[in-house]
């Protein structure tokens, strides 16, 4: 069978609701998926991380089990992507019995080959962000995070351990030999720097509460379980086929504050199952709200849901892709969002498909007209290229800026060759060169745009007379003159809106 590109998102804590922080990194994944499927086989899996010391006290303070909690809050977890039209082909809840079995085969395997060990764990943990803290790390006695700082508690108990440590050395040397491992380069060099200060084996039971994955004595670390999620979910356990045709992962999309797990821990515990690390992750910035990471915690959020009510779900994946380079932090607020809705996407682009439409019915009753030579063919041969590159890439805002060389080449051309004076002076066939040029582009925009934007551009293509949507092969797409003559249009309602 085909391998497949295969691309994750985090899986989010379920206690609480989903913030926009949530719905930035759902987006480019799915951004990129749909982008690699225009090439190739791609697979895709997002979904909920939901045991831990946090969620039982969510729960307990809810006055319900840490089960009913969980099973209360997970379709809203699950909604997000719909929300925001993405499309995944799997989505884990770690209290999947799926997950669970896989987990405790874990457990067994890297205690058969000694990579888990049982031993004494003393230390500071910090039980909102679920790590143990060393106590030179701590600030003021609290924990170190800046977005958190609460009182940390000493634990002392005998727990399971996984010899993070000895794979110190090997992480190293992969991290020198594949600088393109981790990215951005900004978190590459932490990440080094992290390892040359030396790594401690992990502590992976806990023995003070019990929601979580059962072993001897205890129940799985919340962290060990969350990250396995990437293979159980992809049957290292039960589906050889599936497993062979997506492991190693393509991309790891993740925000930069869990690097530390998913380029030590996770690749230490996929080499203890004699597996492959992912090929990159790629470790994103922030979205601040008041100069500071969005976050449950800060309640600093902007609802994903109420957003996606008043700007529609592609105006805001436009946006957040657009907006910053995708390794940059960067703020949200309404009045952002509202100039990019109406003018570039408003303006440019959906006032582009309407006027080009309107002519094509006032001069040629909605036919598309034969296709003629024309120099934007010539022009944009390489987009698709481009764009593909640039976005398996994770340079979204790079490709975005990409493709709008074509809506304003577009715009260029309806004020430079102005086709109601060329109907006027009677000069029919270069009016159909221009005709046709408009709604060929269209097409193409249509489909380089389709990723970002599904439910627009899949309107755009039925505007256009095209059959299906544009979820197509660009090589078998993007060839200028591909347009049928005699394609009938069908002008609808305005793609984008103006919002006040
Ligand atoms: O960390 N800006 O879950 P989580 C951009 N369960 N992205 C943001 C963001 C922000 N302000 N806030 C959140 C966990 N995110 C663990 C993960 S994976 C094996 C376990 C996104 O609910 C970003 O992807 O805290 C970040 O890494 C993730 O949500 C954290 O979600």
Partial sequence: MDRAFFVTTPIYYISGNPHIGHAYTTIAADVLVRTARAAGPAYSLTGTDEHGQKVANAA??????????????APRWRSLAPTF??????????????????CVAVFEQLRATGDI???????????????FWPESKLIDGRCPNPECRRAVDWLSEEDWFFKLSAYRDRLIAYFKEHRGFVRPPAVWNEMMATLEGGLDDLSISRTSFDWGIPLPGGVMYVWFDALLNYITATGWHDDPELFARVWPAGVQLIGKEIARFHTIIWPAMLWALGLEPPRLVYAHGWILSDGQKMSKSLGNVFDPFALAETYGADSIRYFLLREAPFGSDFTVSEEKLR??????????????L?????????YRNGLVPPAAESQLGERFADLGSTVLERVTNLQFREALDAIWELVTALNREIEEEKPWALHKAGLGDRLDAVLYDLCEGLRWLA???????????AEMWRQLGLPGTPERLWTEELHWGALAANTQTDPGDALFPRIE
């Fill in 60 to 73: 307990a303070a809810a006055g319900k089990t840490p089960q009913q909690y969980v099973d209360e809050l």
């Fill in 85 to 102: 039209n993405a499309k995944f082909d799997d989505f884990i809840r770690t209290t999947d019995p799926r997950h669970v079995k896989a």
């Fill in 117 to 131: 060990y049982l031993g004494t764990y003393e230390g500071w943990y910090c039980t909102n962000d679920e790590t």
């Fill in 339 to 352: 100039t990019r809705h109406n003018s570039d996407l408003g303006n440019d682009l959906g006032n582009l």
């Fill in 354 to 362: 309407r006027r080009s439409l309107a002519m094509l019915m006032r």
């Fill in 447 to 457: 489909l380089l745009l389709y990723p970002f934007m599904p439910v627009k551009c």
